[in-house]
């Protein structure tokens, strides 16, 4: 519940213990074990109200994963093909950019609906003719995705290449953050 504790060394042991555990248990038999070690062990030691929010097991071809320096930001990417170190630049990159989306096609429709409509209503406040807004819609849209979505992004330690040229072919089968 606070920063202090999420900095104890004996909370970040725990949290590396608990990994390590999940992945030698599986998350059938972990979660209870977790919660009673949360009761009986790490409460009375930090003396803080800790509660397990959410554990998953991640396997694929290529799995990274990037914890941010201030300890509070993650991600982890799991890729068909390529390597661990590409996964790795790939989940630092939905630490540093919050992608929503991973490509354009898992937008949903009115997730697209809504921005095209808050689009038109800028352009016609602007005096943009009818004609030229359908237009300039599609340049709108195509920024959007370049903003929530991972492939579009510039990549966050060269802008001049995108994530999709990045990954040369590779694909982001999923991605998950983590804040505290």
Not at 37 to 49: A, F, P, W
Not at 145 to 164: A, G, H, M, N, R
Request: net charge negative; glycine share 4%.
């Amino acid at each position: 519940e606070t920063d202090f504790v999420a900095r104890n060394q004996e909370f970040v042991q725990a949290a590396e213990s608990f990994a390590s555990q999940l992945w030698e248990m599986g998350e059938a038999d972990f979660k209870p074990w977790a919660e009673a070690e949360i009761k009986n062990n790490l409460i009375v030691k930090l003396g803080e109200n800790l509660q397990l929010a959410f554990s998953q097991v991640i396997a694929g071809t290529a799995v990274g994963s990037y914890l941010h320096s201030n300890k509070k930001l993650a991600a982890v990417v799991v890729l068909k093909g390529g390597h661990e170190d590409l996964a790795k630049e790939v989940a630092m990159q939905v630490t540093a950019m919050s992608p929503q989306y991973n490509r354009p096609a898992d937008v949903p429709a009115e997730v697209i609906d809504k921005e095209k409509e808050i689009y038109r209503e800028q352009l016609r406040q602007a005096g943009k003719p009818d004609e030229m807004i359908e237009k300039i819609l599609d340049g709108k849209i195509n920024k959007f995705y370049t903003e929530v979505c991972l492939i579009k992004q510039p990549f966050v330690k060269d802008d001049k290449i995108s994530i999709e040229k990045l990954l040369n072919g590779v694909e982001v089968e999923r991605f998950s953050k983590f804040s505290l």
